[in-house]
């Protein structure tokens, strides 16, 4: 589902991406993210995979009678003319974890986007500091505890990497 892919490839907290309006899609490609939860806006360069993707569900929108007049890019089929809620998105997500088999025995965090695309990005080699960038968060240490989450020889190089960044 797209929604989750945009979560997974931008990083998005779940209040950005139920608040994602049809406004914040430029028709160039970008994707503008508010600041939301204090944090800070940024735009991205979309894909041309997630730029079809989108395509696609614009066309499919646009055959739903809830989407007339609605500004929100995810909008709800079930409870009118609303876009899909934080409470809905979630409901989902415990949906496809449940088919998936996944976390069978405790429920799945829908955050674990978000997490899986800092350890990603690191895991990649990219620099602490363009992570912190790309995450949108205003302190390095909270970037830092997905280095912590990673494989030991992963958070030495990390560490390492922090280190070196800020010497003069």
């Known amino acids: 589902m ?29 994707i503008a993210i508010r600041p939301l939860k204090n944090g800070i806006p940024r735009t991205y360069d979309m894909s ?21 007049g609605n500004p929100f890019l995810f909008i709800s089929v079930w409870s009118g003319p609303d876009h899909l809620s934080q409470s809905g998105a979630k409901k989902l997500h415990t949906k496809y974890c449940d088919l998936g088999e ?44 997905y280095a912590e989450l990673m494989p030991p020889e992963w958070t030495k190089l990390s560490k390492k990497a922090v280190e070196t960044a800020f010497q003069v």
């Open 48 to 68: 041309m995979e997630d730029r079809k993707l989108l395509n696609r569900w614009r066309k499919l929108r646009g055959k739903i009678k809830t989407s007339k």
């Open 102 to 145: 996944i976390n069978a025995d405790k429920r799945c965090n829908i955050h674990a986007w978000r997490h899986s695309t800092a350890i990603n990005l690191l895991m990649k080699g990219f620099d602490i500091n363009f992570v912190k960038h790309y995450m949108r968060h205003r302190s390095i240490q909270s970037t830092l505890i």
């Open 2 to 30: 797209l929604f989750f892919k945009l979560m997974y490839a931008y990083g998005l907290r779940l209040n950005e991406a139920t608040g994602l309006r049809l406004s914040d899609i430029t028709e160039s490609g970008q």
